[in-house]
């Protein structure tokens, strides 16, 4: 490769299966209701192979590249780089080979990828790579034009795809992005401070605490509720909604909506719940709080009595938490509006929560503040400006399907039953069926009683949409302006190339018929047909347990081969004893039954003992994974290796895969060979090389 690395130009890698139809005979008819099918190629001219002849550019009226280097990256100023046999190579026609999807520029010399752009600014030496990579595919296309051994019917599915995204991106861009421009800085202002609120930084706050729980743990017992609980242990039956569940401290109990028309909560017996503390264990706890309180004021350490006394998870005892609060997690009034009044590094007043007393010891908090216009400035307005655009691309896509470019045939639409392949809409060319419509509604069975119904569930179809979008730009003229006019050409000479030279690689490029045979000799076993036997087997499957157990799975063998093969002398005796011993098979009637299998039944490891075993006898015992078992083999073929001539269609494709590279490189030596390259700028000292002139098939992707 040359400096410059493509993606795009390894030519087969990776490719094989993209165009596969434009190496293949035409598909059957598709189904009705698949996709429809895309228009046949255009026909394929039968001219010679060589190229048209380009008249050679003088060394002296070409430009040096020190020059047009500024030029080149423009999007208004047209630069001629290239002849490429007679069809020039404009900056503009660069710009849209790499805009191409599947196209893809590292940097020279690394594997960092570089945008479109980038590569436009690249020095003239790497343009120069760039343009010979690239320049291949236009002559694999041109070839293609010429070659009428070359069919391309999948390949201009393919094109028309590729060609429609971009009729429909200059659609969205004209309708959608020219009419929503980005805001003014006034504006800008005026949606600042209108959504202020999206800049404004919320108030938090780090702490530790200390929390003594006013609930207590209660096993429940059967026949037990909430309001039987609540009455017998908090001394009160309303207390019912404040029981907590252990594992979540979520209230264990239905919504009241649902309390007031269904029976009491059945519980389950022995499930641990927290129950309120009665108004005396209650006060007890504020005792203990107070004291602990006290000892604060004294100068104690918050942290080391956290740890000492509450009754957090112990993780949590001590540590620092936050900032608060997290989103998602509300925090109580009574606790926030705490943190606000509380100093950093002072200790809250005792606080009153549902769950129990706390004490908490403010760390550090940000106060509420609200982002600087001009820091926000930038991301606003891009956002916005997106927000903008999305929301009017939505509203032109939902009401696209009533545009008059859509001819809707209502009989058809409102024929219940009707076989898929029946069109019901068209846009251009484009047939719109019934099993288009099933598929894209997702109403294979039914569909709205009413034909405005059934219209407006044609608005979900993206198939649809697609096609009613490039119609309208196509209407319009869109694909008639130069840049999109030059995407348009790019894709298909990108799509067209690649497809040529892959065919080109697999069918055209010369292999003897002797480097086949050298290949199949040393790829035999690919072509490899396992031996087959008809055999016995006793089988003693193990327990999960006892697939692990060494001594376990050693006395079964010694039981196998001690105590039962010496038992089976005949096939018949071998049966007998494989239907009585035998804990495998599930179904009794399978255990000693003549199998048929191959090499591989048992895996590769068991594949190279069994070829190895003659009929008529028992062998064994063998351990294989969660088996220990004795074989008879009753009869066996051989391994077989299948002749050359009988693979021969199958070892082609092959050699030319693992080939891929050494043909690929034939195929582009062949092509450029029947081509002319003349770069039409000069590097001179700044390239380091001799002047870039004509390139016939110095350079290679």
């Known amino acids: 490769m040359g400096r410059v690395g493509l993606i795009a130009v390894l030519l087969l890698v990776g490719c094989l299966t993209t165009l596969a139809g434009a190496a293949k005979a035409p598909s059957k008819k598709a189904k009705a209701s698949e996709r429809p099918a895309t228009p046949p190629a255009a026909k394929v001219r039968t ?39 007679g069809t020039t190579v404009t900056n503009g026609v660069l710009r849209a080979w790499l805009e191409t999807p599947g196209v893809v520029v590292f940097r020279p010399k690394t594997t960092q990828q570089v945008t479109a752009a980038e590569a436009m600014a690249l020095s003239g030496g790497d343009l120069a790579d760039l343009i010979a990579n690239l320049g291949l595919y236009e002559m694999a296309r041109d070839e293609s034009l010429r070659d009428a051994d070359f069919v391309s019917t999948g390949l201009a599915a393919a094109v028309l795809d590729q060609q429609h995204q971009i009729i429909r991106q200059r659609f969205i861009e004209k309708e959608v992005n020219e009419k929503n421009k980005a805001m003014t800085d006034e504006q800008a202002r005026r949606w600042y401070q209108e959504h202020l609120q999206v800049y404004t930084l919320p108030f938090t706050f780090s702490m530790r605490a200390i929390f003594l729980s006013t609930h207590r743990p209660y096993a429940l017992r059967k026949g037990d509720t909430t309001e039987k609980v609540a009455a017998e242990v908090a001394g009160d039956p309303k207390a019912a909604s404040r029981i907590l569940d252990s594992f979540t401290s979520h209230p264990f109990y239905r919504p009241l909506d649902l309390m007031r028309v269904l029976p009491p909560l059945p519980v389950r017996a022995g499930e641990i719940v927290w129950v309120p503390m009665k108004d005396k264990e209650r006060q007890a706890v504020r005792e203990r709080i107070e004291k602990i309180e006290a000892e604060l004021r004294s100068g104690a350490d918050f ?40 100093p950093v590094g002072k200790v809250t007043p005792i606080l009153d929560t549902p769950n129990g ?75 719109y069926t019934w099993g288009d419509y099933r598929r894209d509604t997702a109403r294979r069975y039914s569909a709205p009683p009413t034909y405005e119904a059934r219209v407006q569930l044609m608005e979900s179809s993206n198939w649809l949409r697609e096609h009613i979008v490039a119609a309208r730009a196509v209407e319009m003229g869109l694909d008639r302006e130069p840049a999109t006019a030059q995407r348009l050409r790019a894709v298909e000479t990108i799509l067209r190339g690649r497809a040529y030279l892959e065919w080109y690689t697999f069918r055209r490029v010369p292999v003897s018929d002797e480097q086949f045979r050298q290949f199949y000799l040393k790829e035999r076993d690919q072509f490899r047909e396992p031996g087959r036997f008809k055999l016995l087997e006793l089988i003693m499957k193990l327990s999960p347990e006892e697939t692990s157990d060494t001594r376990k799975i050693e006395t079964l063998m010694n039981f196998l081969r001690d105590d039962l093969a010496p038992q089976a002398k005949t096939e018949r005796a071998f049966a007998r004893l494989a239907a009585a011993e035998s804990n495998w098979p599930a179904a009794k009637r399978e255990r000693g039954a003549v199998k048929d299998a191959d090499t591989s039944y048992r895996g590769p490891e068991f594949a190279k003992t069994i070829e190895t075993l003659e009929p008529g006898r028992c062998w064994g015992p063998y351990h294989v994974g969660d088996e220990v078992f004795l074989v008879w083999i009753r009869e066996r073929s051989p391994v077989r290796y299948r002749a050359f001539d009988e693979v021969r269609s199958q070892v082609e494709p092959l050699y030319r895969r693992q080939h891929l590279g050494e043909l690929a490189d034939v195929t582009q030596r062949d092509i450029r060979a029947r081509h002319r390259l003349q770069l039409l700028f000069t590097l001179g000292q700044q390239g380091g090389a001799e002047s870039a002139g004509s390139t016939e098939s110095k350079r290679s992707p």
């Open 47 to 85: 001219e010679p192979t060589s190229a048209p002849v380009a008249p050679v550019v003088r060394e002296a009226d070409k430009p040096r590249f020190d020059a047009i280097r500024n030029r080149v990256p423009s999007t208004t100023a047209t630069v001629p780089l290239a002849l490429i046999d």
């Open 357 to 431: 007393l706390m004490l908490l010891q403010i760390l550090d908090k940000t106060e509420q503040s609200v982002k600087p216009f001009e820091d926000v400035r930038s991301q606003m307005i891009t956002d916005e400006l997106l927000g903008r655009r999305e929301q009017a691309v939505k509203e032109l896509l939902d009401k696209i399907v009533y545009d008059p470019i859509v001819r809707i045939d209502r009989e058809a639409l409102m024929a219940d039953g009707a076989p898929d392949n029946r069109v019901i809409a068209r846009v251009g060319t484009f047939a």
């Open 303 to 342: 942290e080391t009595l956290a740890k000492a006394y509450s009754d957090d998870p112990p993780p949590l005892r001590g540590a620092r938490i936050g900032p608060l609060p997290t989103p998602g997690r509300p925090l109580l009034d009574s606790v926030f509006n705490a943190a606000v009044k509380t």
